[in-house]
């Protein structure tokens, strides 16, 4: 700091010296003209010496040089595609962003570089997601220079079918630095490139990490899930923490020839007993018997002996103990199809114990087990059957199950058991098919986006309540679900019911929501027109 | 019209307005539009049927909404949809209604233009014209001679006091000066009050505004011993302004095609101030052209960043020559493609700045365009780096979109550096403008 700066900040009745002088020619046209007072000369003095700082400002000379971006391989959209894009992601609309980086995904486009920066700074999960295969060079270059971003750059060998190779220092940087969600990301990328260094690095790190993080962690081990696998899961079920064990139990329960599904399956069998009528006339009867009480060893496998509130202990012991089976076992096991197994099960007093372990089974096995697509359909009427005659919690348990049996399904399966719920029954409401439209594909099939629209338009169409206004709310919230094939059908002109003179708080709301609706439509056709041009 | 959608959202300050006009960008709500070499109209169907009409030679615009917004959604719609779907290319008659208002316009043009009648103020006018210049001369003296006791206290007690004084400490300064009709040191001193504790330098930077401010004062205190080209920029740096009639009478005339290089809103306390630096396409000359609105008003004329057009600038009279304003702007105005005249390198630009501040010691912004820079992200603050490897700092926002439009390669990049940091206007890359 220069003198006359330590001067001023101390105040002049502080300082009793003389005031320093300026060594500048120009100081002197001001000493000359005799200003009043101390202060004034300081001042003054000050004056001149900033204005000769600003003048004789010179540049920095150590910044070092960023490396530029590769030319762009990909195509860039056009300046009014980009438009369109920037809206959407201006106004936050999400499902629309997403809709429109997909099919840009699709066409080979990459995002115009304006949009990065707005895009990369999106927090929305499935957004940033599908940014990775549209950053192109100058988006993945970007990344590079902000650590706020590389998150994104770890997650995306992740993702694609044939994984891109990244350098393994850029991951290890970000495994080494990085917040926990982006060390996920690269664990998951390295266990597709090199699933022993991942589990390696992530050994390595265990001791060191929390509770919360060694279950995350863990979970990253589901990617490239195999035998070597084994040793470092058994250690972790003996880990402090109870959750970090039921991680790694839940695992090694998905390696058919770990000692632990071995144990779980004969657990399991020693729970369900077949019993065949020998004259044939009845038929087959499963019948449940949990134990009465658990070995210690049980815990150790994932099973805890502490259940969650409101349940029995056997029946969540069974529930546990069979999710952790594949169904496909109880096939050969018991020599039945699945339909037949559940019919066999269903009078059981844990019937409902035993269908939520199968149906949690499925979910688990999905990917590794062959026969257990065939337990999608019996399960989804199971569930179906038992929501009709119940109600409050134990129904919105059972629509729960139906969303998860649901979401194995392929697109059109779904579909199809979605669409006859549109037509309402005495069992079903007028708005019990809307609780499910978010779990099929996207977007739907155009014969399923007509029954879904002809259906709301029914129903807009005769009623003025909330049924109306919740499947207008649904409308617009699926806007990015209708194939574009459907367009002309969603453009139609909506006729919305309204009761009498009086305006209705129903009927505004219904018409708001359809023309949020159209409006989305519009802008995914005009992004289709400009896409193909 | 050969826009940009980013121009014509850069017309308006109001996020809402730019909203509603996308929404008006479709051809079902214009049951009439049309387009000439010199104008685009358009009918608009909303609670009425409103008339928009724009004039293409500098995007003036009208329309008869009641709207409070200017542009309006309307004139904002008319002009995104003619971006996106250009209409009916051939030219049509403009129709009466359009016709009417672009003569009206030509004609105060002309009116504007056209020198003042010769003929002398009566003597009483005269006489009564002197007297309220004496009594605003009165005024000034004296709000000066406060503002000096103002600044010694200040210095007496320390500056070390001034990190802790409230936001009022410098407006009521600001407001004094305001009443004693000497805007211009009015809105130096507010602006000050931004500046304690903003960063590790800041008492520096507050003593020598304080330095430069008492310099002021002691220039206009001696303003017949100076050279007249530097008494008018201080009687002007007080607050005086410079009278369209001396404007036309002693200003500067450059003719050139005027590039709008970079623009940037300055958001005082009631008064918006837009601020353009234009650049002339063969004379290379920088001017500032200052424009002010107060309570939502709009701007006087339609300058659009990242355009050209053939004109006359007047420059204000003065040492700095580097106020400006346009005479007239002539022939269509036309969306930037090649990169505008700049500085080579950054040693040539702040030699620029150290020129003008010998002739205009209280100078605080210089525009200009720098040629061939690179963005860079360093030492946790953003850089314009040169191909002799110096570089200025960087300050404003959207750094990153500027990054990412460049991609690490050299660019032209229109600034005002303040003598501390260069805050960023636009780039021009790979033949496109984009302000930031």
Redesign the interface.
């Known amino acids: 700091m220069d003198e006359l700066t330590k001067v001023a900040l101390v105040g002049t009745t502080r300082f009793t010296g003389v005031v320093p002088g300026n060594e500048q020619p120009a100081a002197a046209l001001v000493a000359d003209s005799s200003p009043s007072s101390r202060e004034r000369v300081l001042l003054l003095r000050c004056g001149v010496e900033s204005i000769y700082g600003m003048a004789g400002r010179r540049p920095t000379e150590d910044i070092d040089p960023v490396t530029p971006a590769p030319p762009e391989t990909r195509k860039l959209p056009s300046r009014r595609l980009a438009a369109i894009l920037a809206d959407a992601a201006e106004n936050n609309q999400n499902d629309l962003v997403i809709d429109f980086l997909e099919h840009m995904a699709g066409h080979g486009v990459v995002v115009p570089p304006e949009l990065l920066p707005l895009l990369l700074a999106s927090t929305h999960k499935d957004v940033r997601r599908r940014l990775i295969p549209v950053l192109g060079e100058r988006g993945t270059w970007l990344l590079r220079q902000n650590p706020e971003w590389s998150d994104l750059l770890a997650g995306s060998g992740n993702l694609s079918e044939t994984p891109s190779y990244l350098p393994i220092d850029v991951l290890k940087q970000t495994w080494d630095e990085g917040k926990i969600d982006a060390r996920c990301e690269t664990i998951k990328t390295l266990r597709r490139q090199d699933p022993t260094l991942a589990r390696d690095w992530i050994t390595q790190a265990f001791p060191r990490e929390k509770a919360g993080e060694r279950a995350r962690l863990v979970d990253c081990l589901a990617i490239g899930l195999s035998d070597r696998d084994e040793p470092f899961l058994d250690g972790c079920t003996s880990d402090r923490s109870a959750v970090v064990g039921q991680s790694a139990a839940r695992l090694l329960s998905c390696l058919p020839r770990s000692a632990l599904a071995g144990r779980m399956r004969d657990r399991a069998e020693a729970m369900l007993a077949l019993e065949r009528d020998l004259a044939g006339v009845k038929p087959a009867k499963i019948v449940c018997s949990p134990p009465q009480q658990v070995e210690p060893a049980w815990e150790r496998d994932g099973v805890p002996k502490q259940t969650p509130t409101g349940q029995g202990q056997r029946a969540f012991w069974a529930e546990t103990v069979l999710a952790a089976v594949p169904p496909s076992h109880w096939q050969t096991h018991f020599h039945l199809q699945p339909q037949a197994l559940i019919d066999a099960v269903i009078d059981d007093p844990f019937a409902g114990s035993v269908l939520t372990g199968w149906t949690q089974a499925a979910c688990r096995f999905a990917a590794t087990d062959v026969m257990s697509p065939e337990w999608l359909v019996p399960l989804w009427k199971y569930w179906r059957s038992a929501a009709k005659g119940r109600e409050g919690r134990a129904r919105e348990g059972d629509l729960l199950q139906m969303r998860a049996v649901l979401a194995l399904m392929p697109a059109d399966l779904a579909e199809a058991s979605i669409a006859p719920l549109f037509e309402p029954t005495r069992e079903w409401g007028e708005v019990d098919a809307l609780n499910f439209l978010d779990v099929p594909a996207r977007p739907w099939k155009l014969s399923f986006a007509k029954a879904f629209l002809d259906a709301a338009r029914r129903q807009v169409q005769t009623t003025v309540d909330e049924s109306a206004y919740r499947w207008a709310l649904s409308v617009d919230q699926l806007a990015c679900a209708i194939p574009p094939e459907a367009f002309p059908f969603a453009l139609a002109p909506w006729e919305v019911a309204s009761p009498g003179e009086t305006a209705n708080w129903f009927t505004s709301s219904v018409r708001t929501a359809l023309k949020k609706f159209i409006a989305v439509i519009e802008a995914r056709q005009r992004f289709m027109t400009e896409l193909y041009a | 019209m050969n826009l940009?959608?980013e121009q014509v959202a850069a017309m308006s300050q109001d996020a809402g307005a730019i909203?509603a006009g996308?929404?008006l960008a479709d051809a079902r709500n214009w049951p009439e539009r049309g387009q000439s070499a010199s104008a685009l109209w358009g009918k608009c169907q909303g609670s009425s049927v409103y008339q928009v009409k724009v004039d293409l030679l500098d995007f003036g615009y009208s329309c008869n909404c009641p709207s409070r917004k200017f542009p309006c959604k309307h004139v904002l719609g008319l002009l995104f949809l003619c971006l996106?779907s250009p209409g009916p290319a051939d030219e049509q008659a403009t129709p009466d209604w359009v016709d009417d208002w672009l003569k009206m316009r030509a004609a105060r043009k002309e009116k504007e233009a056209a020198p003042k009648s010769d003929e002398a103020p009566s003597p009483a006018g005269e006489k009564a014209r002197q007297q309220r210049v004496q009594q605003r001369a009165k005024l000034v003296q004296g709000g000066l001679e406060r503002l000096?006791r103002w600044?010694?206290?200040m210095?007496?007690?320390?500056?070390?006091?001034v990190a802790v004084k409230p936001a009022s400490f410098w407006q009521d300064a600001a407001k004094r000066l305001m009443d004693a009709q000497a805007p211009g040191l009015a809105a130096r001193v507010a602006r000050l009050g931004d500046v304690p504790r903003s960063s590790p330098d800041w008492?520096?930077r507050v003593?020598?505004?304080?330095?430069?401010?008492?310099?002021v004062l002691?220039g206009y205190a001696?303003l017949d011993e100076l050279d007249p080209a530097l008494s008018s920029e201080i009687r002007q740096l007080v607050g005086w302004n410079v009278t369209q009639d001396a404007l036309e009478r002693e200003g500067e005339r450059v003719d050139d095609t005027w590039i709008v290089a970079g623009q940037w809103v300055d958001e005082l306390e009631r008064l918006r101030v837009e601020r353009s630096w234009v650049v002339g396409r063969q004379t290379s000359r920088v001017g500032l052209i200052l424009q002010f609105s107060a309570g939502g008003q709009p701007f006087a004329d339609s300058i659009v960043a990242g355009t050209e057009q053939k004109g006359t600038l007047v420059f204000y009279p003065g040492a700095s020559g580097q106020r400006a304003k346009f005479l007239d702007r002539r022939g269509m105005s036309l969306a930037l493609r090649e990169r505008p005249p700049g500085y080579l390198v950054?040693?040539q630009f702040?030699a620029a700045?150290?020129q003008s501040?010998?002739r205009q010691?209280?100078l605080d912004a210089f525009g200009g365009v720098l040629h061939d820079v690179?963005i860079?992200?360093?030492?946790d603050s953003w850089?314009a780096?040169?191909q002799e490897?110096?570089?200025?700092?960087l300050v404003g926002q959207?750094h990153?979109?500027a990054?990412?439009?460049t991609?690490?390669?050299p660019c032209d990049l229109t600034g005002e550096w303040d003598?501390y940091g260069l805050r960023v206007l636009s780039v021009f890359t790979a033949e496109s403008y984009?302000a930031l």
């Open positions: 940009t959608l909203a996308k929404k996106n000096g600044l010694d206290d210095m007496r007690s320390g500056l070390a006091d008492s520096q003593l020598g505004e304080l330095g430069r401010i008492a310099l002691h001696r950054i040693e702040l700045v150290s501040l010998g010691p209280w690179t860079v992200p360093a030492r850089w780096r040169d490897a110096k570089a200025l700092p959207n990153w979109k990054m990412a439009l991609g690490g390669q003598g984009w």
